[in-house]
């Protein structure tokens, strides 16, 4: 059971804005631990997809934008296209555990 | 090109051991820290080790802890990863990940492609 929590499931259709958010507390994500964000494609390898909070590394399209507020962070999707379906994971540091996290993650779906 | 591949999964009967290993190319070794990271068959993404770019700190999940150990042989590019009393719920895909920034705020990146663990009698 993860202590980052995000929604399983977010749905959208084909250029719409979708956003996905990543619930954690006052050990990781509260504490000003940054939070980064992955994609995993269909049968894929994890990829980077966000560090920093609102980072990009390069060859991320800018309909990708990050934050993070408080004891929670967002990843936003604009302009929603079909190779954006993908799972969604959110990942800090927790000082509690003294180790890192991965959030639940999120299934984006293009309708 | 940064490159990790991971070797070494397989099935293994419960309590056994395995270890697995991650071959790093491409970028300089000796200067970062890396992760190993386990995904179980349709599930999410479980953090499980981080070992420092020199090997002196080290840290587990609380779901492997004292069963698991990770090490690094800097003169040969190789992370590795000692999975002993192994358990069903060890089964999983196991990636490596190079871990970049400070300390405590790693991101990873690159990824391997992953080795396959299972455990089943």
């Known amino acids: 059971q993860s202590v980052l929590t995000q929604p399983p499931s977010v749905s959208g259709a084909p250029g719409q804005r979708v ?12 504490a000003g ?66 180790g890192y996290v991965f959030g639940t993650g999120t299934k984006v779906t293009v309708l | 090109q940064v490159h990790l591949v991971e070797s070494g999964g397989g099935v293994v009967q419960p309590g056994r051991s395995l270890k697995l290993s991650c071959a790093a ?48 042989d800097n003169s040969k590019n190789t992370l590795s990863l000692i999975l002993n009393s192994l358990r069903p719920e060890d089964s999983a895909v196991y990636y490596c990940a190079r871990g970049s920034g400070s300390p405590f705020d790693n991101w990873l990146d690159p990824w391997g492609q992953g080795t396959l663990v299972t455990v089943s009698s």
């Open chain 1, 19 to 30: 956003t996905i958010t990543c619930m954690g507390g006052s050990s990781n994500i509260g």
């Open chain 1, 33 to 98: 631990y940054d939070v980064h964000w992955y994609q995993q494609l269909p049968g894929t390898v994890p990829k980077l997809l966000m560090y920093g909070n609102y980072l990009r590394p390069s060859g991320v399209p800018d309909r990708f934008s990050g934050s993070k507020s408080g004891t929670s962070a967002s990843l936003a999707i604009t302009g929603l296209q079909a190779e954006d379906e993908a799972d969604y994971y959110c990942q800090s540091y927790d000082s509690g555990l003294s």
């Open chain 2, 25 to 72: 190319s491409g970028f300089t070794f000796t200067t970062y820290g890396m992760h190993w990271v386990r995904q179980a068959p349709g599930k999410g993404l479980e953090w499980v080790t981080v070992i420092s770019y020199d090997g002196n700190y080290k840290y587990y999940a609380d779901s492997v802890k004292g069963r698991f150990t990770i090490s690094r």
